[in-house]
């Protein structure tokens, strides 16, 4: 599912299966989660094992995949990345750095948001954007949930490169499906806290999927160019 939404130079790896077999971290990643409820576990673990099948189809050794604030996986050197996990989807995408400056990914329930994160997450402007109220389902498509999934993935693109917070209001988010039911399309998002390591516009792709709604920002190194 992700792997649809990035190009053929990115390494991709799901799985929709809850758990990994013992063994599966490094001793330094077992360190992490060592005093975590099952359920943290197993995501940590799960989206740790698609990393290391997508670093074998770079033609990469398998290695631990620490993290730094804020969660942010920590890489071999030369390489992006981004890590994903909800109940029923683990993912991983990686690539070289000579070939993508930042990526994120992002993998959720298609279903309505809880109660309450809506009016955390949706900008007035998104809100009458949507064909239907944002809080329900329009099209066949959970709006907010997908809303939500997006600005992930940007926020996930935008912290490597600024190591700084981007909340959910300093993102105005446009979509466009690929035609009237088509279960995915591209985004655009217009950042509202700019900062001259990313453009002021970031691209991204989305798909609903069997109960997953899935979205991607890729930036490239040359972007400056373009």
């Known amino acids: 599912m992700i792997e649809n939404l990035l190009p053929a130079y990115v390494s991709c790896a799901a799985t929709r299966e809850e758990s990994v077999p013992d063994g599966t971290l490094f001793p330094e990643e077992e360190a992490l989660v060592a005093r975590s409820v099952p359920k943290r576990r197993n995501d940590f673990a799960t989206a740790r094992a698609?990393?290391?099948?997508?670093?074998?189809?770079?033609?990469?050794?398998?290695?631990?995949?620490?993290?730094?604030?804020?969660?942010?996986?920590?890489?071999?050197?030369?390489?992006?990345?981004?890590?994903?996990?909800?109940?029923?989807?683990?993912?991983?995408a990686l690539a070289h750095d000579a070939d993508v400056l930042s990526l994120g990914?992002?993998?959720?329930?298609?279903?309505?948001?809880?109660?309450?994160?809506?009016?955390?997450?949706?900008?007035?402007?998104e809100r009458e954007r949507f064909a239907g109220p944002p809080a329900g389902e329009a099209g066949g498509i959970h709006w907010d949930r997908l809303l939500f999934s997006a600005k992930e993935s940007v926020f996930k693109t935008w912290y490597p490169l600024t190591l700084t917070e981007?909340?959910?209001?300093?993102?105005?988010?446009?979509?466009?499906?690929?035609?009237?039911?088509a279960a995915g399309g591209t985004f655009?998002?217009?950042?509202?806290?700019?900062?001259?390591?990313?453009?002021?516009?970031?691209?991204?792709?989305?798909?609903?999927?069997?109960?997953i709604v899935a979205t991607a920002v890729l930036l490239r190194p040359d972007w400056k160019d373009s």
């Open 166 to 181: 981007l909340d959910f209001d300093e993102a105005d988010l446009t979509f466009h499906r690929d035609d009237d039911r």
């Open 188 to 211: 655009t998002a217009r950042l509202l806290r700019t900062d001259p390591a990313l453009p002021p516009v970031l691209d991204g792709k989305w798909r609903v999927e069997d109960g």
């Open 50 to 92: 698609c990393a290391r099948r997508a670093m074998g189809r770079l033609g990469l050794e398998p290695v631990a995949v620490l993290h730094g604030k804020r969660g942010m996986p920590l890489w071999p050197e030369g390489i992006v990345g981004s890590l994903t996990h909800c109940d029923g989807y683990r993912a991983a």
């Open 105 to 125: 990914v992002d993998a959720e329930p298609h279903a309505p948001l809880p109660e309450g994160v809506g009016e955390l997450v949706v900008r007035p402007s």
